[in-house]
């Protein structure tokens, strides 16, 4: 019987209670200017983006660039719930990632078969699709954009946050999660110990866009507005460079990708120019550089208070 | 009754004027990916600097056309074997993804630093054709149209010379044959490969001029769209495969011209896209590509 409440994981909850709570009474008190919470809450939607595209393409080694659709998908499903339906926010925000799962699934189901650079241009093709859908979609505003009421708060956007994060870390570390892994290393040896390779592509790409929708629907009920614009490839490419930068197959690298590109992104609000021109040096100089990333494929993990006592 | 075949006959004209544009970028594409295997994200942006060579050429310089059209190439040729230099050639030996991933970024960085340098702002080409219409039977051919078709199809043809025909297409041939056999052949593939990228660039950079003409406007972000679809018709006539690009482009064309023809022109993208997708589910090597079996 493992046990839940070792030293690792109390500090782990403790940590995650506090920034919580450090956060929530600077809000509650009026501290907080609003542009630090918004980028805090952008921080916890983006840490999931990155964190559900790593599963894709650092921890199965699928190459996806079209993780913006099913955000997309997973926006536009929970405003509709959220605001034409006036549902309750929790159930916009599941059926928009349901959704984005399924479509996840129509698309992963073909297209997996493809290797490489053309999986890459085929996910791109299909977030593409996904835009100029939504754009030429009359209920949802077309290109002018879809309003609706911000009802996500800070505790919302941190507990999805943490759900989404330690699910995608759990399924890492399971059987599953052991099977995506090896087909990253080598799909042949995979295949010839009997591993499913598609059935196992195929589920952490359901996965993916399922926590993509998620990240979506948190997105679509804070920013008051939504528009095609906003789920172009760009987006692709800025939840890309927060994998890449961290260390493509390293959850906590993502993670730390994710905060650090949000708050870069936070600094140059005022220069976007700018902000993209450095995202692409920093693109380029990694890849020739450092092409594992900051993190490669290593865990940040609280292992070393554990050692003494547990196992 | 003669009302729709004219109008048929005219989307075809528009088509085909438009798919020689996408023939030349998907040239480009075809030939990189043929030797380096390499998606050149950024060809597309480089189109948008040819684009910008030839408005500085025309406006400034007040050249006309052919120079101007020499001027961009010739830009656009030296950017390209400098990014093939800069950002791809250290990866030379590292996996598919990295180089991928630094097109992306080659391609962002043209894109913003552009915008930097020109500014976002759109600016509009000068008029460099006159605007002479000739009419047969109803279908309109504009003065441009007929300069378009014409420049493309003498590009295609020397590009096919060249490659063909000549010591240096001979050797492009066998560095996307085998690399290493090239190699020791006594090729000198880094030299070749900077060629291939010369060649790609001033043909994209002849598109940005003529998509500056046809369209009469550009901006920084000119090259992300056409630069997609490009790609699409590459891999529809079967990428790597230099006459497949120009049939791709040309069919791309045709068809997106026959969507808006259809008055569904805000779906034309999502067409060019579901092509790309449906080629590569279907037969991923392209039209006029060869199976090749997958070895372990």
């Known amino acids: ?311 | 009754m003669e009302s729709i075949i004219q109008q048929i006959f005219q989307q075809i004209i528009n088509g085909l004027s438009l798919g020689s544009i996408y023939a030349l970028i998907a040239l480009g594409y075809t030939m990189v990916y043929g030797i380096i295997k390499l998606i050149n994200f950024a060809h597309g942006e480089i189109m948008m600097v040819g684009a910008y060579a030839g408005w500085f050429a025309t406006s400034v310089l007040h050249l006309p056309f052919l120079p101007a059209l020499l001027f961009a190439m010739i830009v656009a040729a030296i950017l390209g074997v400098v990014i093939e230099r800069i950002a791809y050639k250290p990866l030379r030996n590292a996996t598919r993804i990295a180089a991928l991933i630094t097109a992306i970024g080659v391609s962002l960085f043209l894109q913003y630093g552009g915008m930097l340098v020109v500014s976002a702002q759109v600016r509009t080409y000068p008029p460099v054709f006159p605007e002479t219409m000739y009419s047969v039977y109803g279908v309109i051919f504009k003065y441009g149209d007929i300069v378009m078709l014409l420049t493309s199809i003498i590009l295609m043809g020397l590009l096919h010379f060249t490659v063909q025909y000549t010591k240096m297409g001979k050797a492009m041939r066998a560095v996307s044959f085998d690399k290493d056999a090239a190699l020791l052949m006594g090729i000198n593939t880094n030299n070749i490969i900077s060629f291939t990228f010369a060649i790609g660039s001033a043909l994209a950079a002849a598109a940005g001029v003529l998509m500056g003409v046809y369209f009469n406007t550009i901006d920084p972000l000119m090259g992300l769209v056409p630069g997609l679809k490009a790609f699409v018709a590459a891999v529809l006539g079967g990428i790597g495969i230099i006459p497949g690009a120009m049939v791709g482009g040309l069919m791309l064309g045709l068809i997106e011209s026959i969507v808006s023809g259809l008055g569904a022109s805000t779906w034309r993208d999502a067409v060019a896209f579901l092509i790309l997708i449906l080629v590569l589910i279907i037969k991923p090597s392209g039209l006029f590509g060869k199976n090749v079996r997958e070895k372990v």
């Open chain 1, 1 to 311: 019987m493992r046990n839940w409440f070792n030293r690792k994981n109390l500090v782990m909850l403790l940590g995650i209670v506090l920034i919580y709570a450090v956060v929530q009474g600077l809000i509650m008190t009026d501290i907080m200017p609003p542009f630090y919470k918004l980028t805090l809450i952008l921080m916890c939607i983006y840490i999931i983006l990155s964190t559900s595209l790593n599963l894709i393409n650092g921890i199965t080694g699928q190459f996806s660039i079209g993780h913006a659709g099913f955000m997309a998908v997973g926006a536009y499903v929970s405003a509709i719930i959220t605001a034409i339906m006036h549902g309750p926010l929790i159930l916009g925000i599941l059926a928009g990632a349901i959704v984005a799962a399924l479509v996840g699934l129509l698309v992963g189901l073909p297209t997996l078969r493809l290797k490489g650079d053309y999986l890459a241009i085929a996910t791109l093709g299909f977030g593409e699709i996904v835009r100029i859908v939504f754009l030429n979609m009359e209920l949802v505003g077309g290109a002018s954009g879809f309003t609706l009421p911000s009802r996500i708060t800070w505790t919302w956007a941190f507990v999805l946050m943490v759900l989404s994060v330690l699910l995608m870390k759990n399924f890492v570390g399971s059987t599953h999660g052991r099977a995506c892994i090896s087909i990253r290393e080598n799909e042949i040896a995979a295949e010839s110990m009997g591993i499913n390779t598609t059935k196992y592509k195929v589920m952490a790409f359901t996965m993916g866009a399922f926590f993509a929708g998620v990240a979506g629907g948190i997105y679509a009920n804070y920013m008051y507005i939504i528009q095609p614009m906003t789920f172009s490839f760009l987006k692709s490419i800025d939840i890309l460079v927060m994998v890449v930068l961290g260390g493509l197959g390293s959850i906590t690298g993502g993670i730390a990708g994710a905060i650090v590109m949000t708050l870069v992104s936070a600094l140059l609000a005022g220069v976007p120019e700018w902000r993209m021109v450095i995202i692409a040096v920093l693109l380029i100089g990694m890849m020739i550089f450092r092409p594992t990333g900051l993190f490669g494929t290593k865990e940040f993990s609280l292992n070393f208070l554990g050692k003494k006592g547990d196992k």
